[in-house]
């Protein structure tokens, strides 16, 4: 049985570093700050406009693990005008027509729109919104099937690659068979009820004794049963997923790279993409327009939800292809993102190799002399990072971080208690810094539409929302100075729960991160006011 107790603010003084290395100083914001309420849950489920904008509510007056979004807008920030901050979206494309994103989208104003030149001479020609370095690229090989492709030079990437893969395939392969059998399942049942679109009563209410429609029945009932009446949608997701695992990400035969026709492995080749920012499908944006939306979608539009930060521009940098990522366009991409002006860039990707890492270190390291503040998602495989290294990181592997620039997030479900941590998200005492919102998370999505995503890939865009507010207020801080103080501020969560890949490891919700904590908007800009007035 899991003990679940939530404590008040483990810490009635709060530490806020000034900077790497340097000596602490206590900014007491006890009085003041949002606690966990003790014992308490939520009583009721979350009505479907409550669910929509969960994680800007208030632990306290909520009871759910928002992020206190709405209580600092009203009590802090009402009566403050803050400064424009730039956010870098490194991601898949972005929609930057959606009717609540292209108020917010960044224009690069030293560039002459399609005039065919380079009029800031940044390298890029006619970069007005950020730049496209997949070019007409979409699907893409994982990194390990990339490796594998290369051949057996006897390194020890190889060989772990080579594990990887081939369990990765196996995998595939089943999922494949699941795929078959399952739409076997919805396929009979739907011809018997005469309907594409059917509900669970409908299912249950199937009266045979053919065996083949029974078992299609029970198939169904337990599917529907668990993911609820947009069971189609996420079949139809799911079966999309496994197919590209068979056509792209796996097969050692498809080369997502040559329409580009740049050398990934060559650094110096940085001519390369163009300035499409939504890519080639504006759909294959969906990943991307959803983070943007997170961090910046209009605010009291009466439009679909509203970002975290009110005052901010997205610089859309496409890199993130249907696959996994490329080292060389990582590193460029953050690199311009910094070179044009962005303080926060969120990074909502990963993978577990990478043989040009060297490349995104330094791109890193880079940000960090520029005091940009990184901010990316732990993962979604229920892995512990201290065990299994997630790329890109900022430790190599290594106790020591190498810069003082980068926010790793895992991700929290709306459910107080042992169901608190979602169970997807990655983990990790040293290697993940904080948790935020990341189930059910609702934003923008391509062609003015909206949807319910749900990823460590949507937490970390809440903290770089929330990041993105701190550089607004207070832009004298630095891009340490607000990492420490989203997670010196946090809220700390005292619970028990079951994580790992077959959710049987049991763990304290403190021990998830190197903070323990949960962040919250409220008390981290209470934390900024006491530091800038010191």
């Not at 939530?6 to 003041?32: E, N, P, Q, R, W």
């Not at 791109?363 to 940009?372: E, G, L, R, T, W």
Request: charged share 25%; proline share 3%.
């Amino acid at each position: 049985m899991n003990n679940f107790k939530i404590t008040l603010i483990s810490a009635v003084a709060i530490f806020a570093l000034a900077g790497c290395g340097a000596s602490k100083k206590v900014y007491d914001i006890s009085a003041m700050a949002v606690k966990a309420p003790f014992g308490i849950t939520k009583k009721t489920p979350l009505k479907e406009d409550e669910l929509k904008r969960w994680s800007h509510l208030d632990i306290q007056k909520d009871t759910v693990p928002g992020m206190s979004v709405d209580k600092a807008y009203a009590e802090l920030l009402k009566d403050k005008t803050g400064v424009k901050v730039i956010v870098g979206v490194v991601d898949s494309g972005v929609d930057i027509e959606h009717e609540d994103l292209k108020s917010v989208i960044w224009t690069n104003e030293n560039e002459i729109a399609n005039n065919g030149i380079d009029d800031d001479k940044n390298g890029y020609i006619d970069d007005v919104h950020g730049w496209n370095f997949l070019g007409d690229a979409v699907n893409e090989n994982l990194e390990m099937t990339r490796i594998q492709k290369k051949g057996d030079d006897g390194s020890e990437i190889y060989k772990n690659s080579k594990l990887a893969y081939d369990e990765k395939l196996k995998e595939s392969e089943s999922s494949k068979n699941q795929v078959d059998f399952i739409f076997k399942a919805l396929n009979e049942v739907s011809n018997y009820l005469k309907k594409e679109n059917f509900t669970l009563d409908e299912v249950q209410a199937i009266t045979t004794t053919e065996p083949s429609l029974l078992r299609s029945k029970k198939v169904m009932t337990n599917i529907i049963g668990q993911v609820g009446p947009d069971f189609r949608d996420n079949l139809n997701d799911y079966k999309d997923h496994v197919d590209e695992q068979v056509k792209y990400h796996l097969n050692l035969a498809f080369n997502g790279r040559k329409v580009i026709g740049d050398d990934p492995n060559d650094f110096k080749d940085k001519k390369y993409g163009n300035n499409n920012v939504t890519g080639p499908d504006k759909e294959m944006a969906h990943h991307g327009t959803h983070v943007a939306g997170i961090i910046a979608q209009s605010r009291k539009n009466n439009l679909g939800g509203d970002g975290v930060a009110n005052n901010v521009e997205i610089m859309a940098v496409r890199a993130v292809p249907n696959g996994d990522e490329y080292d060389k366009d990582v590193a460029l991409a953050i690199r311009y993102a910094v070179d044009n002006g962005a303080k926060v860039i969120n990074t909502s990707f990963g993978k577990y190799f990478s043989p040009n890492k060297q490349w995104v270190y330094d791109a890193i390291k880079y940000a960090a002399k520029k005091d940009v503040l990184i901010v990316h998602s732990a993962g979604n495989e229920s892995k512990d990072n201290d065990k299994e290294i997630n790329f890109p990181n900022d430790h190599d592997g290594k106790d020591k971080e190498f810069g003082d620039n980068v926010l790793t997030i895992g991700a929290l479900n709306f459910e107080l208690g042992d169901k608190i941590a979602a169970g997807f998200s990655n983990y990790g005492t040293k290697n993940v810094d904080v948790y935020a919102p990341g189930v059910k998370i609702y934003a923008t999505t391509p062609n003015n539409s909206y949807k319910f995503l749900e990823g460590t890939s949507m937490a970390s865009p809440n903290v770089a929302g929330v990041a993105a507010l701190i550089r607004s207020y207070y832009p004298k801080l630095s891009a340490s100075q607000v990492k420490h103080i989203l997670m010196d501020s946090g809220v700390a969560i005292s619970t028990t729960l079951m994580v790992g890949e077959e959710g049987k490891e049991s763990r304290t919700f403190a021990s998830l991160s190197k903070s323990g904590k949960i962040v919250n908007a409220y008390n981290a800009l209470l934390l900024a006011d006491k530091m800038t007035k010191k």
